[in-house]
């Protein structure tokens, strides 16, 4: 790598963009690149820390005796915590493929961080950030997503909340002095309260959490026991990212992050690495349209040059994009056929897929909620009717009993048929939401899974969290479908994010096979054209 390109790589790197044209330049000369093959060892466990190293292309694993492993990707860093401590490394680094790095020894290290804090801070938040990736687990991000950043609350938003605490344990101790209470009992139990609240707040505040993956922008919000929430908006639907702080986050250096989409903003409170957030969410969007951009590209020249008969060999059509399975057009049908066995067994089930489809009912418990009183009847009549035949008692005829009885299942009937008739589906192409009343009308909402423009899930209070379930909010443009109380609210987000990504796939693929044909076709007119215009000279004179 020559000094041009190191200046480049530095300029768009989130840790020194801010710096000016001059301030790198006066840091270029410590940055020596590093050329590594897949498998090469950088360093053991155990060697002596002496560089800190950023990753201009290519994957570096670090793992421990423990076999812990974290993998850092392009414009990632590592190497940094050996060199404050003055101590010898704790991982050893590997490439996982080809891979060029850039080193900056400890003396250069130091003397950056000095001059410039913002990097040390950013160097702080991106330690915290895989902290929280070791010790926490996001299991409805798939295995191809890459997090580029995880965030929190900063700490004073805690230390705020403590404030009402505080306030109850003072006024209730002052209050015992006052009324002569006796406070060998009553202030232990004050401080156990305050203990407790105080607990929870922490635990409240550790358990949100900000995220930049490949793939989207979410936000985790969970309060113990009453609350559980994850709002996410995929790269392509955000229309910008904004910082917004008043007088006190500007203090103590946080703030918010307002990220604007076709719906709305999704405002991110109080993120203790404002600045990093957004550089990484804008980052990751560039990324992923660059990737699209290069794999478009490559496309284009490889089907031109097999065109143009200007490759070796034509690529078979098991290999060839181009050729693929033939399938209906909007995708799978909602009226496939089933057995009736299918049918009856698909009616007691709260999520099942058939033939492509993924359909969802609310949860069982939302069937008991609202039918629990009907069964409270039902077994009062059966013990009532039973009564009456041994003659306990006589007041009630067993005509009467038998009749409420049917009734009762009449309406138990007729509460399980709307709940059965309540459907939310997913194919490969749309998202539908079918509500039907039993003798009654059916309304029928859908819309294609490309236009998605953000996902929220939420599970408002303990009931939901004990049962786990949920509504699952999908915002289209200007409107908005939800699936209500619908059992794992996480796993069906999760599935609609995955279809999502798969039908704008397979939508930038088709665009990309038409403006690729369109191209091929014009270019090989010309070529066709330009050598019946070169042999037309030779042909006359012959």
């Known amino acids: 790598m020559d000094s041009k390109t190191i200046f480049s790589y530095l300029h768009e790197h989130y840790l020194f963009k801010y710096l000016t044209d001059e301030e790198l330049g006066q840091i270029l000369p410590l940055f020596k690149p ?10 053991r466990t155990g060697f002596p820390g002496r560089n800190f190293f950023l990753i201009v292309s290519g994957k570096i694993i670090l793992e421990d005796d423990n076999q812990n492993a974290l993998v850092i990707h392009d414009k990632g860093h590592f190497g940094e915590q050996a060199l404050h401590r003055d101590g010898n490394r704790s991982k050893t680094a590997q490439a996982l ?18 001059a410039y804090p913002s990097i040390k801070s950013r160097i702080s938040g991106m330690k915290t950030s895989a902290d929280i990736l070791q010790k926490f687990e996001f299991p409805w991000i798939s295995k191809q997503e890459t997090v580029r950043f995880v965030d929190r609350k900063h700490i004073n938003v805690f230390y705020s909340q403590l404030i009402l605490p505080l306030v109850f344990l003072i006024l209730t101790g002052i209050g015992a002095l006052l009324l002569n209470l006796k406070l060998g009992i009553f202030l232990p139990i004050t401080f156990l309260i305050f203990s407790l609240w105080s607990i929870w707040l922490w635990l409240d505040w550790r358990n949100d959490f900000y995220l930049v993956t490949s793939e989207r922008a979410a ?22 990212v904004n910082i917004s702080t008043n007088q ?10 307002i990220v604007r989409t076709y719906t709305g903003n999704i405002p991110m409170r109080n993120t203790a690495h404002p600045e990093m957030l957004l550089d990484l969410i804008s980052e990751a969007q560039a990324k992923a349209k660059t990737r699209a951009q290069r794999t478009e590209t490559a496309n284009i020249n490889q089907t031109i040059r097999t065109r143009l008969g200007l490759s070796g060999d034509s690529p078979t059509p098991e290999n060839d994009p181009e050729f693929t399975d033939l399938e209906m057009e909007g995708g799978p049908q909602l009226t496939e056929t089933i057995t009736p066995l299918q049918e009856f067994f698909n009616f007691f089930r709260a999520r099942y897929e058939l033939n492509g489809v993924i359909t969802y009912r609310k949860h069982p418990f939302v069937l008991f909620r609202n039918s629990w009183y009907l069964w409270l009847m039902f077994v009062g009549f059966i013990i009532s009717f039973f009564a009456r035949l041994v003659e306990l008692f006589s007041f009630i005829s067993l005509p009467l009993i038998l009749s409420l009885l049917m009734i009762d299942i009449i309406a138990l ?31 029928k909402r859908s819309a294609l899974l490309e236009n998605v423009l953000s996902l929220d899930y939420k599970r408002e209070n303990i009931i939901q969290r004990m049962f786990d379930y949920g509504t699952v909010a999908i915002n289209v443009g200007d409107i908005q479908l939800d699936f209500e109380h619908v ?21 930038e693929l088709e665009d990309a096979h038409r403006r690729r044909d369109d191209m091929v076709e014009f270019l090989a007119a010309y070529h066709e054209e330009s050598s019946a215009e070169t042999s037309g000279p030779e042909d006359e004179e012959s």
Request: a neutral charge; proline letters at 3%.
């Open 413 to 443: 009937g007729y509460v399980f048929a709307d709940w059965a008739n309540d459907r939310f589906q997913i194919t490969d192409k749309h998202i539908i939401d079918l509500d039907r009343k039993p003798f009654g009308r059916e309304t």
């Open 219 to 240: 936000w985790v919000e969970k309060v113990i026991w009453l609350h559980d929430q994850r709002r996410e908006v995929p790269l392509q639907s955000i229309l910008s």
């Open 487 to 507: 059992a794992h609210p996480i796993n069906v987000q999760n599935e609609i994010f995955e279809r999502y990504n798969s039908a704008v796939k397979q939508k």
């Open 248 to 257: 006190i986050q500007r203090l103590f250096g946080y703030g918010d992050v």
């Open 34 to 43: 590093i050329d590594l093959e897949k498998g090469d060892i950088l360093y």
């Open 97 to 114: 493929e080809k891979s060029t790095l850039l080193a900056v020894n400890k003396r250069g290290f130091m003397a950056i961080i000095t």
